[in-house]
């Protein structure tokens, strides 16, 4: 397989976007990594977009935004795979870079979630849980995360207090990202007494409602190092994993094995393992997904996720910051956009592009982006070429 | 909600039916055509167990509009007795007086209706044992 | 002849307090609960209807039962408050318990004796010798309008039989049954809160019936009150089973182990049938039952029954009736309000 490098970035502005169609935003974003890579052509598309179906009654996704990005009869393609579509989308973009049927490729990623009220928004994230078997009893995403946090409370001792401290942690880094949704600091206190959702979560500990895009132009390295003038940024890692939707359907209901799975076969591919990663973005949709990823991810013990951020491990100037874009939690989640907006942060910190909350000396990032409560994870690895 | 969209899971809904894998033993809920463990494509038909242990749960403070009316409600997951996990509401509790570990048992409830004049959608729920 | 081969019954977990009613719309509680003769009724939750209760009524008595659910040829629920007004309640509850499918199946309604029309047909059917087995099931979750006197009486609760052709747990030595046309209560199609004529629902409908019925039934069977070790009549509030009992020739102690209205309400179609399952939880072997159900509009359907020695087998195999009715939790008003439906929502 060719070596892939990413050439290009760029993100849509992200929040409550009232006066923007769902394809202008996705072209913004587009543009956006198309003049960051100083691209003409582009061979190939992929859109990561969960349900636009249910969120603007929008299908048939692909075509219509290589038509309004100005580059209709391109192969494009939608990808789905609930929350984690957009890394799966620059999976594939990656793949099809590196088998040689392409070698410039868009990947980007879209959700519109303000033009349907919050109970409409509720019903579609829903949909990436099993709807005969969890959805039909009345249980909500933020239910079924709050269920994993309770397990993982009971069994751990993880403590409240250190589901906040996520959030704080998010939140602070969020505050150094121009481009994030909530760029504001929270404090413990704060998480601790905002509104319950699903007991124990409370809405601090979840991420928000998003509207928003994000986009990256991928080639072959080779080709990168003759067009790109820009620090080249190559992913050496890739892995992709499924899971049963249902929670109750693993056998450890505060494991993500997708995600465990997913980032040891993208270590093996990068030849490194978890101590070799400088930083990370992860899918921390809600305060305790982060918890569980890093230890599914191998940054800390099982059981220990909790400490992590209480400690200072993973906060920008720890030994792995984790989420120093502000992560779902602070930055945003239009849930399909997210696991390109992931790549985003990974190779501006890889070119030293990110101004406040830059990890210096930043050489290796990992992105981890996961679908529903871990039914399919997508982790991949950027190093600088 | 579409009736045969409810309709087709009843055996599964009201009476609690699972598929027991005829090779190795494995117990599907709902029911498989391929066992998960084994590979094997031929299961009998079988019932769970109606009590169980509340393995984790959540009280559900944001409803989906279906079961606004109900909110706050708790929904678990519990491992009936045989070893199989499913999602249920845990009902007829004080939402402080639910414990991890707790025994419950299985009652036939409404889970959601379609609306007043749509159809009614019944299911399991866990209650309190004993 | 027939017998009751299992029974069971369900009450729902919650109470509400005719105080708890009184103080909202500025009545005297103690006449209340001096005039009807209670002092709390049972609440259905917002998951809770005629038919999830009539399906937990039945999965008890087919514990005590002991027999292949799949055996069951006929399916019969009685109530007032079927949750459709088009569609069987009876094919939820034969699904749910997994009766056979050629079980017929029929809802019925006739006021508060429903239930007991349901097992008069079970009856006929098991000697008839068209079904092996029947189930038989009187079930309410019935309304009062707000403010109304029914307010404070009208209550939740299910009662299931299972008829076969063997003693059972008691034999049925005899039916009976009396009508009139009678509009003492009533609620018309698409109406939410039924309508009564206020004390005519007394003498010439009640007492009248649940009289006429008894008194004819034992004259037919050749017994008198003191043949029996107990007696059920229907029991729209705690005061007016005593006084027909006491109308009959029935002492208070005959009647007390099924006199359940005090402390549950009157739960319509499930009201006698209720009682008669409290009965069979204390009952002894030999004893004589009689049961007289009445339903507005106006009927009543009479029973003598005769306990087995089988009772003392299955009488802990499933939850008594008593112990339901001790567990209980106390809702106010507004929950209460929001549990009936009483509340306008959005749409």
């Given at each position: ?49 969960m349900t636009?179906g249910l969120f ?26 609930a ?33 349907v009220g919050g109970d409409g928004a509720t019903y579609a994230l829903a949909t990436a849980a099993d709807q005969e078997y969890e959805v039909y009893h009345g249980v909500t995403f933020p239910g079924l995360y709050a269920m994993?946090?309770n ?45 319950l959702v699903a007991d124990?979560l409370?809405?601090?500990?979840c991420?928000?409602i ?34 049963s939707i249902a929670l109750h359907d ?122 529903g409560t871990?039914g ?10 | 909600m579409f009736p045969a969209r409810y309709w087709r899971e009843m055996p599964q809904r009201y009476r609690l039916e699972a ?10 809920f709902p029911p ?15 019932r769970l167990?109606d009590?169980g242990?509340l393995k984790t749960y959540t009280v559900i403070r944001v409803a989906p509009s279906q079961f606004t009316g109900q909110s706050p409600y708790a929904v678990g997951i519990v491992?009936l007795?045989?070893?199989v996990l499913i999602t249920t509401q845990v009902v007829d509790i004080l939402l402080?007086?639910i ?5 419950v048992r299985v009652e036939f409830r409404r889970v959601q209706e379609d609306g007043s004049a749509g159809i009614i959608c019944y299911g399991y729920k866990c209650v309190p044992?004993? | ?9 369900y009450?729902p977990v919650h ?27 049972s609440v259905p939750s917002l998951d809770q209807d005629t038919i999830t209760m009539s399906v937990e009524a039945a999965r ?17 629920v009685?109530s007032?408050s079927h949750p459709y007004a088009v569609k069987p309640s009876g094919t939820v509850v034969s699904e749910a318990v997994g ?8 809802d ?31 079930a309410d979750t019935s309304q ?12 939740a609760?299910a ?33 939410y ?136 939790r106390?809702v106010?008003?507004g929950v209460y309000a929001k549990f009936r439906g009483k509340i306008r929502m959005a749409d």
């Amino acid at each position: 397989m060719r070596e892939v490098a990413v050439i290009g970035v760029g993100m849509s502005e992200w929040g409550e976007l009232w006066r923007k169609p769902m394809r202008d935003i996705f072209v913004e974003a587009a543009l956006a990594a198309i003049d960051d890579a100083g691209v003409d052509k582009i061979d190939s598309m992929y859109v990561g977009c969960m349900t636009s179906g249910l969120f603007v009654g929008q299908e048939h996704l692909a075509s219509m935004m290589s038509d309004y990005l100005g580059r209709s009869g391109i192969p494009a393609t939608r990808v789905e795979s609930a929350c984690a579509s957009g890394g799966l989308a620059f999976r594939l973009g990656m793949i099809e870079v590196g088998s040689g049927v392409s070698d410039v490729v868009l990947v980007g990623g879209v959700e519109k979630m303000n033009d349907v009220g919050g109970d409409g928004a509720t019903y579609a994230l829903a949909t990436a849980a099993d709807q005969e078997y969890e959805v039909y009893h009345g249980v909500t995403f933020p239910g079924l995360y709050a269920m994993v946090a309770n397990e993982h409370m009971a069994r751990f001792g993880t403590t409240r207090q250190q589901l906040a401290h996520v959030a704080v942690k998010n939140h602070k880094h969020g505050s150094m990202n121009p481009r994030a949704q909530y760029p504001y600091e929270v404090t413990v206190d704060g998480v601790l007494k905002s509104v319950l959702v699903a007991d124990p979560l409370r809405i601090l500990d979840c991420s928000p409602i998003t509207d928003g895009a994000a986009a990256a132009v991928i080639c072959p390295l080779e080709m990168a190092k003759k067009i790109s003038k820009k620090p080249l940024v190559k992913v050496t890692g890739s892995g992709h994993s499924t899971d049963s939707i249902a929670l109750h359907d693993r056998h450890d209901l505060s494991e993500f094995a997708a995600a465990k799975r997913a980032a040891e076969t993208a270590y093996k591919m990068a030849g490194v393992g978890p101590a070799d990663i400088d930083f990370a973005e992860v899918h921390d949709c809600f305060t305790i997904a982060e918890i569980c990823v890093i230890e599914a991810l191998g940054f800390v013990k099982r059981g220990e996720g909790g400490k992590a951020a209480e400690s200072g491990l993973t906060a920008l100037g720890g030994k792995i910051p984790v989420n120093t874009s502000g992560g779902l939690k602070s930055k945003g989640h239009p849930v399909g956009a997210t696991g390109v907006a992931q790549i985003v942060e990974l190779t501006e910190q890889l070119r030293g592009e990110s101004g406040k909350r830059q990890v210096k000396g930043a050489r290796r990032g990992l992105a981890q982006n996961m679908g529903g409560t871990g039914g399919s994870s997508v982790v991949h690895i950027l190093e600088v070429a | 909600m579409f009736p045969a969209r409810y309709w087709r899971e009843m055996p599964q809904r009201y009476r609690l039916e699972a598929g027991k894998c005829k090779r190795c033993g494995k117990v599907c809920f709902p029911p498989r055509l391929v066992c998960p463990k084994c590979g094997n494509r031929t299961f009998d038909t079988v019932r769970l167990a109606d009590e169980g242990v509340l393995k984790t749960y959540t009280v559900i403070r944001v409803a989906p509009s279906q079961f606004t009316g109900q909110s706050p409600y708790a929904v678990g997951i519990v491992e009936l007795d045989g070893g199989v996990l499913i999602t249920t509401q845990v009902v007829d509790i004080l939402l402080d007086e639910i414990k991890l570990g707790q025994r419950v048992r299985v009652e036939f409830r409404r889970v959601q209706e379609d609306g007043s004049a749509g159809i009614i959608c019944y299911g399991y729920k866990c209650v309190p044992a004993a | 002849m027939a017998g009751i081969v299992g029974y069971g019954a369900y009450v729902p977990v919650h109470r509400i307090k005719v105080e708890e009613i009184a103080k909202v719309w500025g009545a005297d509680a103690e006449s209340y609960k001096k005039g009807l003769a209670l002092v709390e009724k049972s609440v259905p939750s917002l998951d809770q209807d005629t038919i999830t209760m009539s399906v937990e009524a039945a999965r008890n008595a087919l514990k005590r039962a002991k027999i292949d659910p799949s055996l069951i040829e006929a399916t019969y629920v009685g109530s007032e408050s079927h949750p459709y007004a088009v569609k069987p309640s009876g094919t939820v509850v034969s699904e749910a318990v997994g009766t056979s499918r050629n079980t017929h199946c029929a809802d019925f309604e006739f006021a508060c004796k429903a239930g007991s029309e349901a097992m008069f047909v079970c009856v006929g059917l098991v000697n008839g010798d068209t079904v092996k087995y029947g189930l038989a099931i009187g079930a309410d979750t019935s309304q009062g309008a707000p403010g109304d006197a029914l307010e404070y009486s009208a209550a939740a609760g299910a009662a299931a039989f299972v008829f076969g052709k063997e003693d059972g747990v008691a034999k049925v030595v005899a039916t009976h049954t009396f009508m009139t046309d009678t509009p003492d209560f009533w609620r018309r199609e698409y109406e939410y809160y039924p309508r009564h004529g206020g004390r005519f629902t007394g003498e010439e409908a009640y007492f009248r019936h649940v009289a006429t019925a008894s008194k004819q039934m034992m004259e037919k069977v050749k017994m008198k009150p003191q043949d029996f070790k107990f007696a059920v009549f229907h029991q729209p509030n705690g005061k007016f089973p005593m006084k027909v009992g006491e109308m009959l020739g029935f002492k208070r102690e005959q009647i007390e182990a099924g006199w359940l209205a005090p402390i549950l309400g009157n739960t319509y179609s499930g009201s006698s049938p209720m009682g008669l399952t409290a009965i069979l939880d204390v009952a002894r072997p030999g004893d004589m039952i009689l049961m007289t159900s009445y339903g507005s509009g106006a009927g009543s359907d009479s029973f003598v029954y005769e306990v087995t020695k089988k009772i003392d087998e299955v009488r802990d195999v499933a939850p008594k009736t008593r112990q339901q009715l001790d567990k209980k939790r106390y809702v106010e008003y507004g929950v209460y309000a929001k549990f009936r439906g009483k509340i306008r929502m959005a749409d």
